[in-house]
């Protein structure tokens, strides 16, 4: 694939911020529009990573996450195996497919198609069916280096009940590369501060020589998103 136009991982000359000015834009609350729609459209219109995305030809702003925290890790590499959960629409597929180059392997997987993507192998499937665990091994032919997981439950609106939510979907990725990663591999997941993740942080210390959280500046300063990032898988009796 070719990189996105300023954009790519380690290597490619790509930002992981946004640069220059641009000018705010209103929105009016449309007849039939509700004004948490029109709050929303005003604040994907003005936000700077969704510009820069357009701009630098990525499919979404979450391509800056991994960015961001690749420049704070070092998780990208050329010729690694990699496996990308949640991956629609594509952003972190990019940034993967950019960084491992020719030599490496990309699988993007999630729940819904995602469209095609050149360097990539797409895959759908859900992270509780033992399919997708199937299916993952036979499109790499091998263990995978890095397991990324940016997935997400649809939001409730009930913050507890969110919560719960999103780290049962990072226990389940972490259950899944812990039967994909090689010994010294690296699995990064979204989850959101609270309580909850504490039963999840104990699981990846037991398995992995380093586990640190990071929120990404591209994570929206509103949200309790944050990111676990585990290397040095250990290995075990599921690998």
């Known amino acids: 694939m070719t990189p996105p136009a300023g954009g790519g991982g380690k290597g490619d000359g790509g930002k992981s911020k946004p640069s220059g000015r641009n000018l705010s834009v209103r929105v009016r609350t449309a007849r039939r529009r509700k004004t948490s729609s029109t709050r929303w459209l005003q604040r994907q ?3 700077p990573y969704v510009i820069a995305a357009k701009k630098d030809g990525y499919r979404s702003r979450a391509a800056y996450k991994l960015l961001q925290l690749d420049e704070k890790f070092s998780l990208l590499k050329k ?11 594509g952003g972190w597929t990019q940034v993967a497919v950019a960084a491992v180059g020719p030599k490496g392997k990309v699988l993007a997987v999630d729940v819904t198609e995602m469209d095609a993507m050149g360097g990539a192998q797409t895959l ?9 665990e199937t299916g993952i ?6 263990p995978a280096d890095l397991v990324l997981s940016d997935m997400a439950p649809p939001a409730t609106g009930h913050r507890a009940t969110d919560h719960l939510r999103i780290i049962a979907l990072a226990e ?4 899944l590369a812990k039967s994909l990663l090689s010994p010294g591999g690296g699995f990064v997941a979204k989850v959101w501060q609270g309580g909850a993740e504490q039963e999840l942080l104990a699981a990846m210390k037991r398995d992995f020589a380093s586990v640190r959280h990071a929120k990404p500046e591209a994570s929206r300063s509103d949200s309790a998103e944050m990111y676990v990032v585990a ?4 290995g075990g009796d599921e690998a």
Do not use: E, H
């Open 172 to 175: 389940a990725a972490l259950d």
């Open 231 to 234: 290397t040095g898988y250990r």
């Open 45 to 47: 219109l003005n936000d």
């Open 79 to 89: 010729g690694l195996a990699l496996v990308d959960l949640g991956a629609a629409p």
């Open 124 to 132: 759908v499937g859900d992270v509780n069916d033992l399919k997708t």
């Open 137 to 142: 091994r036979a499109a790499l032919g091998g």
